[in-house]
DNA sequence: GTCTATACCACGATAGAC
DNA sequence: GTCTATCGTGGTATAGAC
């Protein structure tokens, strides 16, 4: 159970989701550590009782927003037995998470882990990568996606989904992605599906 | 002529192109003016005299990197009668430019503009996209694209090559882009073009 | 136009009581 | 575990000489 979707909030939680919610409404940098005290109504002293310093929160909750992302693909690719299948449902929980979650599908996608965290990610950024690829590979292998350039099959497939999610985050789209979700899925697949 | 391609740097473009490398390899909230003001080897007297501060510089720098991708895409458009190849140039441009000047394409798609200028955007940051969208558009209509939403099609047509950039700007992919031109057009081509 | 010196303050982090 | 009070630094911005 992660901080995100825990209901009983200990103040270690509370913590760590009045910091998601401001670094997602202000930015990293905008975001004070008296910011998120305030916003968690604890001392400034339980913050560094809990957490070495501001970086440092910033990592817990990268760790454990991607922690439950990889969880979640790991499970669909589980589920299903087609790269086809599999790809469908990552895309429609993306779109889904950015309606229910934006924080998440934000943090992850589109923070500058580099600039707020110089420190190394103790989590490795390439693991979604990575499994996403080894079952896009595997598609390939049975036939059902066309050969081509790993990178260019992986950002066809996910890359018009993120590319929607950044534009609904910056308010440039108005209405909910999960309208799009077949269309886009759709066009993805024709994209890469084999002739 | 804009401050990133003119050799002959007077200091105010000293200043302009010191201060996107420093956003580009640090971050903008992790360089300061002190920064800048070496890099630029200048003094921060100077660099406060041509720059009200330090948002104002990045406001110039957006501008002036956003109207050259804008003049570009539209020089693209008036040469080229077909949304196909006008969306093909295109994306040539962005991959190749994401080469030869990475700030660019980072700054423009990545960087977090409302917590670096959260006093507005002097040109609006919607024009690409409307451009985008206008000559998409006409290409539904002479009947090159199928009819599908206006998100979707865009986002099909131009996510992945902009998922290629940021993983290639992330150092996930490590060959230059320029190499799956090609590829990732035909893809994208195939997700869109009427049956 | 260009410089040096410095004011000012917000913020990250710590000390230490209870 | 939790709090209040406070320190020190780094960074933005200004003053004012040349």
């Known amino acids: 159970m992660n901080f995100y979707d825990n209901p009983k909030q200990n103040r270690r939680e509370k913590i760590l989701h009045a910091a998601l919610k401001l670094f997602f409404k202000k930015g990293y940098f905008n975001t004070s550590v008296h910011d998120i005290r305030a916003e968690a109504d604890v001392s400034i002293g339980l913050v560094y009782r809990y957490f070495k310093n501001k970086e440092k929160i910033a990592q817990v909750v990268y760790a454990e927003l991607l922690q439950g992302m990889i969880d979640t693909i790991e499970q669909i690719i589980a589920d299903n037995d087609s790269a086809h299948d599999?790809?469908?449902?990552?895309?429609?929980?993306?779109?889904?998470?950015?309606?229910?979650?934006?924080?998440?599908?934000?943090?992850?996608?589109?923070?500058?882990?580099?600039?707020?965290?110089?420190?190394?990610?103790?989590?490795?950024?390439?693991?979604?990568?990575?499994?996403?690829?080894?079952?896009?590979?595997?598609?390939?292998?049975?036939?059902?996606?066309?050969?081509?350039?790993?990178?260019?099959a992986t950002t066809s497939i996910f890359g018009p989904t993120i590319r929607l999610i950044q534009q609904r985050l910056h308010g440039i789209i108005q209405v909910p992605l999960t309208t799009f979700t077949d269309e886009v899925w759709a066009a993805a697949w024709r994209a890469v599906k084999a002739q």
Do not use: W
Not at 95 to 100: D, G, I, R, S, Y
């Open 86 to 152: 599999s790809c469908r449902a990552i895309i429609a929980y993306f779109l889904e998470k950015t309606e229910t979650f934006p924080e998440m599908t934000d943090f992850l996608f589109f923070v500058r882990h580099n600039e707020i965290m110089p420190n190394g990610t103790p989590i490795c950024a390439t693991k979604v990568p990575q499994i996403i690829r080894a079952m896009v590979s595997k598609g390939m292998e049975t036939g059902e996606i066309r050969p081509m350039h790993m990178a260019v």
